[in-house]
């Protein structure tokens, strides 16, 4: 079955730069790769996705670049905020309904101001 | 948060006591899904329905069932809790007017099984 890794774990940026989190899949039949955003005891929140028929996708501050040769996608936020602070998943799935999303274990971004 | 509520939002509960876990959504959305979330494991899907009535399995279902007997309401049940069931499990729905691989999650029940 699909297998998600995400990479880094942790990752502590300045207010105001730029921070990228990557995953890598291994089931080359997923074409559907959201990203959430997980603040501290609350649910995931949806905050942009990408589909196999698309490269990039852009909404603000956040965009993703999805490589389906290499099996890769990236999440990457520019100007960071202090409430960009979070635990932020990637995931992956068939583009289908009743399709599980296959998550990574999570990136612990904290941005400092 | 797409209409959707979960409760009890906190449970501690004893090994071997049997226990429901309610999500409710207000949008008539086809798709419910119940996940588990552990550290070191990100979220995993226990079961999801797709209709009244008509639920299938996820990758960690032994231990859970689940019933829907209205669109609005989807039951998870720990027959007879376990301490390995200790978790944060969220719901999540997709499809009114909404991509139906799209998921959307509620805000997370925290159950302690002791």
């Known amino acids: 079955g699909e297998n998600v890794e995400q990479h880094p774990s942790t990752l502590s940026v300045q207010e105001g730069d730029s921070a990228v989190i990557k995953c890598t899949y291994s089931?080359?039949?997923?074409?559907?790769f959201p990203w959430y955003k997980q603040e501290l005891g609350k649910g995931p929140q949806l905050i942009i996705d990408i589909r196999s028929n698309v490269g990039e996708k852009k909404d603000q501050r956040i965009a993703v670049t999805l490589n389906k040769t290499a099996k890769h996608f990236s999440l990457h936020i520019t100007e960071t905020q202090p409430e960009d602070s979070a635990v932020y998943f990637c995931a992956a799935s068939k583009e289908q309904a009743g399709t599980a999303l296959i998550f990574g274990k999570g990136t612990t971004l904290s941005v400092s101001s | 948060d797409a209409g959707i509520t979960q409760s009890p939002r906190h449970k501690v509960t004893e090994t071997g006591t049997p226990v429901t876990l309610r999500c409710h959504q207000t949008?008539?959305?086809?798709?419910m899904y119940w996940y588990r979330q552990d550290p070191g494991h990100g979220l995993r899907l226990i079961h999801y329905s797709y209709g009244v009535k008509d639920t299938d399995k996820g990758e960690v279902s032994d231990g859970y069932s689940v019933s829907r007997s209205k669109t609005e309401d989807f039951l998870l049940t720990l027959e007879s809790a376990t301490s390995s069931q200790t978790s944060v499990y969220f719901c999540a729905i997709s499809g009114q007017g909404i991509p139906t691989d799209t998921q959307y999650f509620g805000p997370g029940t925290r159950l302690t099984v002791l």
């Open positions: 949008e008539n959305h086809r798709y």
């Open positions: 089931d080359s039949a997923s074409n559907y």
